[in-house]
T-cell receptor, first 112, second 114 residues
């Protein structure tokens, strides 16, 4: 079964708006939650990541919110720009970080 | 460029043929991973190496697939007797064993089986 569920599948946001992508997981052993950005024809690029000992992490316009009790985490992109248009994947892994379980992806389109 | 590199970037092959892909990780990265990504989906784990040892293989990795990392540096992924269902992007990632969880991905090899 899918270890990490991601929504929405696609998202359209106006320039300057906030993009929000959500992920949920079941395995309570997961303790590392990265977000990756992928442009067409390219490999995924690490954007930001969080450990469950904090509830929020911010890097520039990108923020991860983490709710351990609900087993959910989300990516917020503030002041979204057309250059942010890409597919975003959440992922999760267990402490020995041998493999990531990825969500199915969210295709973000930021309209100018 | 000191990132993860993969070759070839694109491969078109006929069903039944064998193909081999190469991945060069970031130097000094102990761990190397292979993932497969089909259109509209997230990457799925195939296998990983710690130095030259292959430590885990996914059930997705049928006996037609074999991976090696002979001296703990570059890795190859071979698919024998390719099938149309093997058409996908094959991604390689690497990470340090200690200090962090970050996996850095290469650009991938796009395989098309006709």
């Amino acid at each position: 079964q899918q270890q990490v569920k991601q929504s929405p599948q696609s998202l359209i946001v106006q320039k300057g708006g906030i993009s929000i992508i959500n992920c949920a997981y079941e395995n309570t052993a997961f303790d590392y939650f990265p977000w990756y950005q992928q442009f067409p024809g390219k490999g995924p690029a690490l954007l930001i990541a969080i450990r469950p000992d904090v509830s929020e992490k911010k890097e520039g316009r990108f923020t991860i919110s983490f709710n351990k009790s609900a087993k959910q985490f989300s990516l917020h992109i503030m002041d979204s720009q057309p250059g942010d248009s890409a597919t975003y994947f959440c992922a999760a892994s267990v402490y020995n970080f041998n493999k990531f379980y990825f969500g199915s992806g969210t295709k973000l389109n930021v309209k100018p | 460029d000191t990132g993860v590199s993969q070759n070839p970037r694109h491969k078109i092959t006929k069903r039944g043929q064998n193909v081999t892909f190469r991945c060069d990780p970031i130097s000094e990265h102990n761990r190397l991973y292979w993932y497969r990504q089909t259109l509209g989906q997230g990457p799925e784990f195939l296998t990983y190496f710690q130095n030259e040892a292959q430590l885990e293989k996914s059930r997705l990795l049928s006996d037609r697939f074999s991976a090696e990392r002979p001296k703990g540096s570059f890795s190859t992924l071979e698919i024998q007797r390719t099938e149309q269902g093997d058409s996908a992007m094959y991604l390689c990632a690497s990470s340090l064993l200690a200090g962090g969880y970050e996996q850095y991905f290469g650009p991938g090899t796009r395989l098309t089986v006709t």
